[in-house]
């Protein structure tokens, strides 16, 4: 493990894994990373594998780069590694996972920071993203002296907020834990179905609780495709996806955003995780096993949900009432 820089420590590292920055998603991961570095007071932040463009870009930013993380035999890093490479290169006492197209703005440090002074021990930060179809290069966002213009990150807020989508409590794109909470992770497939689900899970089982930051953290996801891993199908039920479900066992082992148990308010108040999406995600994970012991025989009688929504968008719906 790497020594920390002690008399200069940052307050946040993030780390993250980009993938080969071709196409849109060089414009993307560039926004995100970007963003990243953008940060003040200055996070540490820590690029993770050797895919294209990934050195380059963490030179131009300035930020750190490791090469070196296993990966499954399609090429995807793998959860253990590298969580076990970002918990070890970071100098602050909390960590940050984040996806390599989440922009992330100062609001998260503040609700961070909030949690350091409240919460005392272990604990797991999440938050919804909001979807913007951004094809803005951030990059440009500077003033005659090359430096971040200071009215960026607000203004994407502001466009997030009136035309972005808050997505569901299903998507979890970040995690903030303080350095060394996960050690021993199972060898998911990141950027596949069910590690983040199983994550959260396995912090909740812990007795670790587990804060929802939506309402204080604006993490916004940038329109794309899944050409990075081929196509929808692939990224969703190929080999790697298999993988990471064989890890999971089965539904019990899954919790989301829903399932919080504090809930930290745009404010910065910490409280109980109330109101409908809660109790509704407790509700469903009841459900849970239920769903598993009935699964062959609701695909045998097409009442599946993939098919379920499709004959749900086959059904002509009445137009929307004038009054």
Known sequence: MPERDVTNRPELTIFGTPKPFRGIFDRIQRNAAWSWAQLQPRAEVVLIGDDEGTADVSRALGVRHVPNVARSPKNVPLLD??????????????????????ILTDDVLAALATLRATVDGPHLAIGQRWDLALDDDLSTAVDGAGVASSSWAGDLRARAHRDGRLNSPLWVDWFAFPRGQYADLPSFVVGRPGYDHWLVWHTLSRGIPVIDATDAVTAVHQHHDYSHGGDHKTVWFGDDALHNRSLIGDRSHMRHIGHADLQLHADLTLEPARGTKYALSRAHSRLGPVLERTADIRH???????RLKAIGSRVRRPKASTR
């Open 81 to 102: 590694d590298l969580w076990a490479i970002g918990q070890g290169e970071a100098n602050a006492d909390t960590c940050l996972f984040v996806n390599a197209d989440i």
């Open 300 to 306: 045998r009688y097409g009442l599946d949900a993939e």
